[in-house]
């Protein structure tokens, strides 16, 4: 079974701090990458998407993506208390048979504290 | 509104008991997909749907059902409900596949006693 890791959290920043979320994925085919936020109680949102590798970057949000390495990251500056919420990180392998699934790693907690 | 509807929101049922979740989406995607949520698992994939009557299996199918007869439709089945099936579930759509963005309905927290 494929498999997408997550550092382990909970990880705490203080308000204003760079935070860093980690990503490891299992299947060198994987095509796309999200990350996703998740407050407590509600459902995913999404934050960012990354296809190629490289960085991209969206207001206060960038993504790393190094397929070689097989990894995914999300940078969050300046954090902000609003960020405090469970970030999951999800992968497709695109074409085949598994051009429909979509998996997703066990989620990262983060908290922001002023 | 564009959104993915769920319901109920909420239930509770006793073991064996045939239910139904329902899920709706109004943006005319492709594409749709069932996911519970168990504490410290992520979200796990149940089933999905690439279009009208094409469903397939995600990594956790076992003890669920779903159909497609319409393109906004889609509802899962538990036919025998067992404790362990106590989650919260999520639907959600996309465009045109896993490879797109994926929009959440409201989840559904099922408890099976």
């Known amino acids: 079974q494929k498999e997408v890791e997550q550092n382990s959290g909970p990880l705490s920043v203080p308000e204003g701090a760079i935070a860093s979320l980690n990503c490891t994925y299992s299947?060198?085919?994987?095509?796309?990458f999200f990350w996703y936020r998740q407050y407590s109680g509600k459902s995913p949102e999404l934050i960012m998407f990354?296809?190629?590798?490289g960085d991209k970057e969206d207001g206060r949000f960038t993504a790393q993506l190094n397929k070689a390495s097989q990894y995914v990251s999300l940078l969050i500056r300046d954090s902000q208390p609003s960020d405090s919420a469970t970030y999951l990180c999800?992968?497709?392998?695109?074409?085949?048979?598994?051009?429909?699934?979509?998996?997703f790693g066990q989620g990262t907690i983060l908290t922001v504290h002023p | 509104e564009a959104q993915v509807t769920q319901n109920p929101r909420y239930l509770i049922t006793v073991t064996g008991k045939k239910l139904t979740v329902t899920c709706s989406q109004n943006?005319?995607?492709?594409?749709m997909s069932w996911y519970r949520q168990d504490p410290g698992l992520g979200l796990r994939q149940i089933y999905y749907?690439?279009?009208?009557?094409?469903?397939d299996k995600g990594d956790v199918p076992e003890g669920y059902k779903v159909s497609r007869k319409e393109k906004r439709n889609f509802p899962l089945i538990l036919e025998s409900p067992s404790p362990n099936q106590t989650s919260l579930y999520f639907c959600?759509?996309?465009?045109?596949?896993?490879?797109?963005?994926?929009?959440f309905g409201a989840g559904t927290r099922l408890s099976v006693l």
């Open positions: 959600a759509s996309s465009p045109h596949g896993a490879r797109d963005i994926q929009y």
């Open positions: 299947d060198r085919g994987s095509q796309s």
């Open positions: 990354i296809y190629s590798n």
């Open positions: 999800a992968v497709n392998e695109a074409g085949g048979t598994s051009y429909g699934k979509l998996t």
């Open positions: 943006m005319n995607h492709e594409y």
């Open positions: 749907s690439m279009n009208v009557e094409v469903t």
